[in-house]
């Protein structure tokens, strides 16, 4: 699997949520090198893990030789009522999203994750379809890569950096990490860091190659028909735009009406479905923090299926 051990992000915090234990069916919607998932399996659950990267997809093959309650996909979570048909399951106990890249994925050159390492600018968590963040970069316009960048990566300097890109393309087309890693640095001030403009350009486009918020947008919408009566909903994001989407649908699903406050009554029949667990996100503690770089700018939400 990996020549080091996965720390999963929050482990006590989402087992008290998701409560696993015998007979209890949880949905991995984000496998990744199945932290979460081989906690929940040493309660006695049943457990489906799904991930759209191939290396996440061989390590959850081999978890479930040892374990006969894990099954595995090579599906994306926005396809969860076909992984569910698949399993044979109807309604599930638990879901868990454990969103962004894991650090397995970080530390893998190849798939250019990662602005510290050469390699090629691919970005694309199933790298057998679709397009490639070089291809994004060859192929969109000026405005278009500036939109991309702002919206996704909320960089302010997001003109400059398109600006950059499309002079540069002219002479040769950007097709590495490093490639792009120089050419923002280029873009900057001696006095402005460069390492958080960089992280929000390549969040920027990897969250377009992968369309991960619309992902995202698509499963949630989904929860009310997987979960059962009391089924828990766990996500965890480790950005301000997954946080905020989950959070507006959580707010939203806990309210029976969801017409103008000026309307005199309801027309739009709407009935609550989720209880939230969360009233605020729950962060990482000083301990964790200090042991897993990654649960730093972890967010965890919680709701309970009505």
Known sequence: MTSAPHVPVLKAETLGFLEPGPGRRIVDWTFGFGGHSLAMLETGAEVLGLDLDAVAFAAC???????????????????????????????????????????????????????????????????TRGRTAADLLRELSEEEIADLIWRWGEERGSRRIARAIVQARATAPVTTTTELKELVRGTLPRSVKYQPVLSRVFQALRIAVNDELAA?????????????????LVVISY??????????????????????????????????TLKPLTRKAVVAGPEEEATNKRSRSARLRAARRL
Not at 62 to 81: P, T
Not at 216 to 232: F, T
Not at 248 to 265: V, Y
Request: glycine residues 6%.
């Open 61 to 127: 093959n081999e978890l479930a030789a040892a374990h006969s309650g894990l099954h595995c996909q090579n599906i994306s979570f926005r396809h969860i009522d076909r992984a569910l048909s698949a399993a044979t399951w109807d309604q599930v106990d638990g879901v868990l999203l454990d969103l962004g890249v894991s650090s397995f994925q970080l530390d893998d050159a190849a798939k250019g994750f990662s602005y510290r390492m050469d390699g090629p600018l691919d970005l694309r968590f199933d790298q």
């Open 239 to 272: 950005h301000s735009l997954e946080d905020r989407l989950v959070k507006q649908f959580i707010d939203r699903e806990k309210r029976d009406c969801l017409c103008p406050p000026e309307l005199p009554a309801c027309v739009c029949g709407h009935q609550r």
């Open 216 to 232: 995202l947008s698509e499963v949630l919408a989904k929860l009310p028909q997987v979960l059962r009566p009391n089924g828990v």
